[in-house]
């Protein structure tokens, strides 16, 4: 009755338009009422320490940074530097999408910012160039989906927080399966377009690559920085976004010149902004959360799915199957917010690694931002390359089954997300 009661009220109030965190809110309510203790003081405590952890700080530094990447001339640099790459294949400016797409993702951490920095530089290239844009728009919004998964990702830092799990462990386990998808990814599209009549753009010449290269090297010090630091114990991920930004705005201030004084205050808006967003959603989940715990949720799911857990690949298949279904209705950060305190008790009593588990969830929430209807990088990629939903559907089917193909075979093998953390942690 309890796991009705919870969905009911989370579902039915999402279904008549209320907000998600205030869906989150009136879900514990209702299970609060249902339980005889309701009281206001607990909802209001829920609300303050779902939101207070250290760790949690690093999601504004790493928004900020974003912003200071894209206004500073970092992230342009970047798609210069790759152009000069591998521009000169055929289909070469989907290959620069990619490998922008991994260097964005390793210095932002955000889907969203990385697809719109992304989209905004190449689709008008690849429309002049040829391209088929429909295909474009979707190879873009599918690397965009990277960013959660490579190091600094915000919902990992989530994650970590909701679960218990640490954060610098997802970070070095997210590095194998974030280039996973970036080779999947590069894979398709040369299935895809290599019957493409697109002019093949000339190669360069060492000194432009060199040119490129030496101006991008400061853009290109931010996931290095970001990655040896925390693995060498210099910081930690929280602080990681502090040097990020600091390093951007440095970068884009001083060597650059692209970031004026100006436009500082409307930079840091934009990011507290989001980061209000952000923030307010895991304050509501807090109280969901603690609600989860007092009503007993997770031992009803485990019962629920007790038979499978002496078979836990057959377990993480399930689980990944109900993610899925769930991420075409719901965004990345809620779905964390509402399935991690559920499942985190079945996958420890499975004997799962938490790490591991975190990694797929991540990754396929991650996929959910490019399935409809919610599909918040759809919306973001649609208004850069000014197409409808309906084309870049057309557009990303083929990378969407790639990034599930990975999915499932990370479910079927986890040593390939195991054995690269082993190594990446140095044990």
């Known amino acids: ?123 008008p290239m690849m429309r002049k160039a040829g391209y088929d844009v429909n295909r474009s728009a979707g190879l873009i919004a599918a690397g965009g989906i990277i960013a959660p998964v490579i190091p600094p990702s915000i919902p990992f830092i989530i994650f970590g927080v909701a679960a218990g799990v640490s954060v610098k462990k997802l970070f070095m386990a997210g590095i194998a399966p974030g280039l996973m998808m970036a080779l999947f990814l590069v894979a398709t599209w040369w299935l895809v377009s290599r019957k493409d009549a697109v002019p093949v753009s000339p190669r360069q010449p060492l000194r432009v690559i060199g040119r490129r290269f030496k101006d991008g090297i400061w853009a290109l010090m931010i996931p290095l920085l970001i990655i040896v630091g925390i693995k060498e114990g210099i910081f930690t991920p929280t602080e990681a976004g502090v040097v990020a930004a600091v390093y951007s705005l440095f970068v884009g201030m001083v060597v650059y010149r692209e970031l004026k004084p100006a436009q500082l205050f409307g930079l840091l808006l934009a990011a507290g902004r989001t980061t209000a967003v952000v923030m307010f959603l895991v304050a509501a989940a807090g109280v969901a959360a603690w609600l989860i715990t007092i009503a007993d949720l997770p031992q009803t799911v485990i019962a629920i799915l007790e038979p499978l857990i002496d078979r836990p690949i057959l377990l993480m298949a399930v689980i990944m199957v109900i993610v899925v279904i769930v991420g075409t209705a719901l965004d990345l950060v809620p779905t964390i917010l509402i399935l991690t305190p559920v499942l985190m008790p079945l996958i420890k009593q499975a004997g799962i690694d938490p790490v591991y588990f975190g990694v797929l969830f991540i990754m396929n929430n991650a996929i959910g931002l490019i399935t409809p209807p919610v599909g918040t990088v759809l919306n973001v990629i649609c208004g850069v390359s000014r197409i409808t939903m309906d084309d870049v559907m057309k557009g990303v089917w083929p990378f969407l089954l790639a990034h599930l193909l990975l999915l499932a075979l990370l479910t079927l093998f986890p040593s390939l997300v195991l054995v690269p953390m082993a190594w990446f942690m140095g044990n």
């Open 1 to 123: 009755m309890t796991v009705a009661i919870f969905l009911g009220s989370l579902l039915g109030s999402m279904a008549i338009g209320v907000p998600i965190a205030f869906a989150l809110i009136l879900c514990g309510v209702a299970l609060m009422l249902f339980l005889g203790m309701f009281d206001a003081q607990i909802v209001s405590q829920n609300l303050v320490s779902g939101a207070d952890s250290f760790q949690l700080l690093a999601i504004p530094f790493f928004l900020v940074a974003g912003e200071f990447m894209n206004a500073g001339g970092l992230s342009r640099r970047i798609v210069d530097l790759a152009t000069s790459l591998v521009g000169h294949f055929r289909g070469g400016l989907g290959y620069v999408a990619v490998l922008a797409a991994i260097v964005m993702a390793s210095m932002s951490g955000s889907a969203v910012a990385d697809t719109a920095a992304v989209g905004a530089m190449l689709i």
